[in-house]
């Protein structure tokens, strides 16, 4: 049996006397389309810099297709192909769109290979082309998006860690983003995980659900199951009719 | 376009090709103008002294435009580096007679040991504490340097013992062989900026520079990063000390290490462009221009200090009116007018 992609095994994790997140395990599986959701404050972007390398654990550990990467830096666990984007998004403002790709083709990519193909390919992949001689204070919001997953996935990525990447998009706009990331998981095998607050977003990618609340896993299943769970339902959802708008 | 980012056109192209953006007349012509000047009648020492300054502090803000303006690092003792490099090859020259061609590369060791013990300390901490440490280790080398009065000569400083014109002790009467060595060391550091600029690792400093975390998240080392630019930075600017101390022959704690010589080393850089190859070169002979001008006026009237004065009001109105350095100016009214 091959390892999980991601398995997060009992973190915890204190700023003093706050407890961010208290025992956190799940698992995600090779290939698997996950989310993560919970309410502002119940812990998701900790776990999210804590999975990426930019904060330590206080206790337990992290291990990416079998290996522990507990004490990984940030940058090898790039290389290593985990990727992420931010949720606000953060790309390097001086540079061009292709330079902004470029920069992780540069890092990620095997020696043999010449991230100048990457980088053609990744804008060909996301349309951007047309942008991609501008900054990104020259873009729209949407594809500012589209050009930081770029940025995630190019070069080398397994798995790929989205954190509220819709907000802040329209309908539209949404959709597509969510058509390109179910793209990248079925055409580069990419495993997934995307980190929203909303649930209705979530439900049209995700065929599982982890829940957190109050620093805590509180559920963890499909969409249907997570909405009708009384637990999430009284703790995070408030009604069945809220949590499926 | 000066210093342009790279576009999916030019990262296809080779990097001699990036590098060697104009027809090679273009780079070559600046650098015959100058070489010619010495030349021209009506040129005479004062003036060729007056370049000589202009391209030793060009030398020097390039260095620092490295850490600072494409690593993003703000380095604000970096008389550092200027201060140990014309040390060690002042005082292994009176006192052993160690030519300033091994004096230079002690040197510059020795500021690579003091620049890798300063950037393993304070370069993977975020905010200010890398500024303030640089800060202090030269506060610290100026009260050193007054105190070790046999080595150093203390508060009044270091003067090299002349022993004439000679290439072997990088001594001459006349100004002009400096010239050449300051144009030598103003390309060298110009081309080396550029290639920074087109290379792998300058991709790396700069994604440091605009967002550290994201940069991480790309797959860049971001504390090797750092660390090796500010490695090359003090290299260079140690190498260039050779310069300032064979020309000047002298050096005292305050010009090595004080504040007002670190800032003398940003104006350059600040004044024409951060983070561009040809930014220090336009700001560095804008600098010393303004400076003679400066000094003319002050024995004119008789007020000292107008030099330091005139630096402050240049610094002050490019940060309010061009925060992008003269470069900036340029650029953004090309792309106007291209727009027009």
């Known amino acids: 049996m091959s390892a999980a992609a991601l398995e997060v095994i009992s973190i915890s994790r204190n700023f003093g006397g706050l407890i961010a997140l208290r025992d956190v395990s799940f698992k995600v599986a090779e290939g698997e389309v996950m989310g993560l959701i919970g309410p502002n404050g119940a812990g998701k972007s900790t776990l999210f810099e804590i999975v990426n390398g930019n904060l330590p654990p206080s206790a337990g550990r992290v291990s990416y297709f079998g290996t522990d990467c507990t004490a990984m830096p940030a940058h090898l666990r790039r290389r290593a192909g985990m990727c992420r984007t931010f949720q606000k998004v953060r790309l390097f403002e001086s540079m061009t769109v292709t330079e902004n790709i470029l920069v992780a083709a540069s890092e990620c990519l095997p020696a043999a290979r010449d991230p100048r193909d990457e980088v053609a390919a990744i804008l060909a992949q996301f349309r951007l082309e047309p942008q991609a001689q501008r900054r990104p204070s020259e873009l729209t919001l949407a594809d500012r998006k589209r050009v930081e997953i770029g940025r995630a996935i190019a070069g080398h990525c397994r798995l790929l860690m989205l954190d509220e990447s819709m907000s802040g998009l329209t309908h539209e706009e949404a959709e597509h983003l969510i058509t390109e990331i179910l793209a990248l998981n079925r055409s580069r095998g990419i495993t997934v995980i995307v980190v929203e607050h909303v649930l209705s977003v979530l439900a049209a990618i995700v065929k599982r659900l982890v829940v957190l609340h109050n620093a805590r896993v509180i559920a963890d299943g499909t969409p249907s199951e997570i909405a009708h769970d009384p637990v999430v339902i009284e703790a995070y959802l408030g009604t069945k009719q809220t949590a499926l708008r | ?340």
């Open chain 2, 1 to 340: 376009m000066i210093d342009a980012p790279l576009t999916t056109r030019d990262i296809a192209r080779p990097l001699r090709a990036r590098l060697l953006t104009r027809p090679l007349v273009f780079y070559l012509s600046p650098i015959a103008i100058i070489a010619l000047i010495p030349l021209l009648p009506f040129v005479n020492n004062y003036i060729i002294a007056a370049m000589v300054r202009a391209l030793i502090f060009i030398a020097l803000g390039q260095a620092w435009n490295i850490v600072a303006g494409i690593g993003g690092q703000l380095s604000l003792g970096h008389g550092v580096f200027l201060g140990l490099g014309c040390y060690t090859t002042g005082i292994l020259f009176n006192k052993f007679g160690v030519p300033p061609w091994i004096g230079g590369f002690a040197g510059t060791l020795i500021s690579l040991a003091v620049a890798l013990v300063m950037g393993s300390m304070t370069l993977r901490m975020r905010g200010v504490f890398f500024a303030l440490a640089t800060v202090a280790v030269s506060l610290a080398l100026v009260q050193l340097s007054r105190h070790f009065v046999d080595l150093t000569g203390g508060a009044d400083g270091l003067a090299l013992k002349f022993v004439g014109t000679s290439l072997w002790a990088m001594q001459s009467r006349s100004p002009t062989p400096f010239l050449y060595a300051g144009l030598a060391f103003v390309v060298a550091y110009y081309w080396t900026t550029r290639w920074l600029l087109a290379s792998r690792f300058g991709l790396e400093m700069r994604a440091v520079r605009d967002d550290e975390v994201a940069a991480a998240a790309a797959g860049v080392a971001a504390f090797r990063t750092k660390l090796t630019g500010f490695l090359l930075s003090a290299a260079l600017t140690s190498v260039a000390a050779v310069l300032y101390i064979q020309y000047y022959m002298a050096i005292d704690p305050e010009a090595a290490f004080g504040l007002s010589q670190a800032i003398q080393l940003q104006l350059p850089a600040l004044l024409g462009g951060l983070g561009t190859a040809l930014g220090p070169v336009i700001g560095g002979a804008l600098m010393i221009f303004l400076s003679e001008i400066t000094n003319w006026g002050s024995t004119k009237i008789g007020v000292e200090g107008l030099d330091i004065l005139a630096y402050g009001l240049m610094l002050l109105v490019v940060i309010l009116r061009a925060p992008k350095g003269l470069i900036g100016l340029i650029v953004r009214d090309a792309a106007r007018g291209a727009t027009k």
